[in-house]
Every structure is written in structure tokens, then in C-alpha cells.
T-cell receptor, first 112, second 111 residues
Framework: KNEVEQSPQNLTAQEGEFITINCSYSVGISALHWLQQHPGGGIVSLFM???GKKKHGRLIATINIQEKHSSLHITASHPRDSAVYICAAKRSQETSGSRLTFGEGTQLTVNP | KAGVTQTPRYLIKTRGQQVTLSCSPISGHRSVSWYQQTPGQGLQFLFEYFSETQRNKGNFPGRFSGRQFSNSRSEMNVSTLELGDSALYLCASSSYRDGYTFGSGTRLTVV
């Protein structure tokens, strides 16, 4: 069992739909990151969470530390949101350093 | 401010050769970490450097090495290349305040 698991692996939506991607982790973490990767490889960091909820435009990320679960929501989805979304955990036993453990990613396709 | 710059963007090497990849972090970021991405294994942590010292290392063979210079620029080296080393290699610079910023990656093909 992977330390960081995402679901679903693939997601197809119609433009305008509300989208949720889930991430569960089995280790103690100091922070959880949501990343976006477009074709071609470049990765953009969307959110860094240690508790609660963050919002940026149409994107919302939440984390429940007790349940070891995080969600990424996209409201009013658009074809330009089509990308791979990856959650990544920084383990809490590492008091320093930038070692991330990644989920397998969710391929999101938003059709017009 | 300028982002993370990785060079080269694409590289084709022959089995047995060695390769050096470069990463220039965001100004002021002292931490640089390296990751390998393959279709089969996904993203995996290689190593992290902070102030010219390796601070963390992933589970990769000794053929994979790196270093960091006093200006925080980092290089990673892979010796005796194998076909399975074909991958996208990403670096990220980070700070406590800014979080992570990733480069565009170097796509290495070993033939």
C-alpha cells in the first residue's frame, strides 16, 4: 500500500461541473501539497496545506489531519483545467528537508 | 522573480554514458530537491541539497549523485546510464515561506 493514495485515477467532466479529487495518506505529515502537471511536464504548485482550507480562484483545497485526508475541489470546471493533479506529502518526522512522497496522480479531462 | 531553470530540456544519451543535469533555483532559495518521473513509478524523490550539503536521499543507486554550489545552483549526475533511467527529471527549489517551485524538467532518453 502506497503511503499517499489518490482517487480517482482518471476523471472526465463536462465544462462547468464541480470536481473533487481525493488524497489519503498513511504517515504523519507536516504539510500536504497539491500540484498540477500539464502535458510537457511542467509542474505548478497549487496549494500547501497543514490544516483547514485554502482557496485560490476556482480551486479549493481542504485537509482533515485526524482522518489523514485531503481534497482538491474545482468549481465551474473549464477545459483549461485539464491536467494531472498530484498530491504530495512531507512527512512530519523529518524536521528539516524537502523530501516529498507523491500520489499516483489524477488525470482530469474537462470537455467543452 | 525568475523561476526555476533546468537545462537542458531534452537529452538523448547512449547506454553506458554519463549525464549531468543543471538546476538554477529561485533567488534566495537555498533548498534544491530532485525528482524522477517515469510512467511506471510516477514521481520519486532522488535527493535534496541545502547550503551545499545533501540533506536527504531517496532510494536510488549510487550511480545517481548530485551537488550544490555556493550560489545554490545544483547539478545531478547519472553515471553508466541504463535504459531504465529514461525519465523526466524535475528539480524544485523551496523555502519555508514560498513552498515549492518546480522547474520544467529535463527529459532524458537513453538508447
Amino acid at each position: 500500500k502506497n503511503e499517499v493514495e489518490q482517487s480517482p485515477q482518471n476523471l472526465t467532466a463536462q465544462e462547468g461541473e464541480f470536481i473533487t479529487i481525493n488524497c489519503s495518506y498513511s504517515v504523519g505529515i507536516s504539510a500536504l501539497h497539491w500540484l498540477q502537471q500539464h502535458p510537457g511536464g511542467g509542474i505548478v504548485s497549487l496549494f500547501m496545506l497543514s490544516s483547514g482550507k485554502k482557496k485560490h480562484g476556482r480551486l479549493i483545497a481542504t485537509i482533515n489531519i485526524q482522518e489523514k485526508h485531503s481534497s482538491l475541489h474545482i468549481t465551474a470546471s473549464h477545459p483549461r483545467d485539464s491536467a494531472v493533479y498530484i498530491c504530495a506529502a512531507k512527512r512530519s518526522q523529518e524536521t528539516s528537508g524537502s523530501r516529498l512522497t507523491f500520489g499516483e496522480g489524477t488525470q482530469l479531462t474537462v470537455n467543452p | 522573480k525568475a523561476g526555476v531553470t533546468q537545462t537542458p530540456r531534452y537529452l538523448i544519451k547512449t547506454r553506458g554514458q554519463q549525464v549531468t543535469l543543471s538546476c538554477s533555483p529561485i533567488s534566495g532559495h537555498r533548498s534544491v530537491s530532485w525528482y524522477q518521473q517515469t510512467p511506471g513509478q510516477g514521481l520519486q524523490f532522488l535527493f535534496e541539497y541545502f547550503s551545499e550539503t545533501q540533506r536527504n536521499k531517496g532510494n536510488f543507486p549510487g550511480r545517481f549523485s548530485g551537488r550544490q554550489f555556493s550560489n545554490s545552483r545544483s547539478e545531478m549526475n547519472v553515471s553508466t546510464l541504463e535504459l531504465g533511467d529514461s525519465a523526466l527529471y524535475l528539480c524544485a527549489s523551496s523555502s519555508y515561506r514560498d513552498g515549492y517551485t518546480f522547474g520544467s524538467g529535463t527529459r532524458l532518453t537513453v538508447v
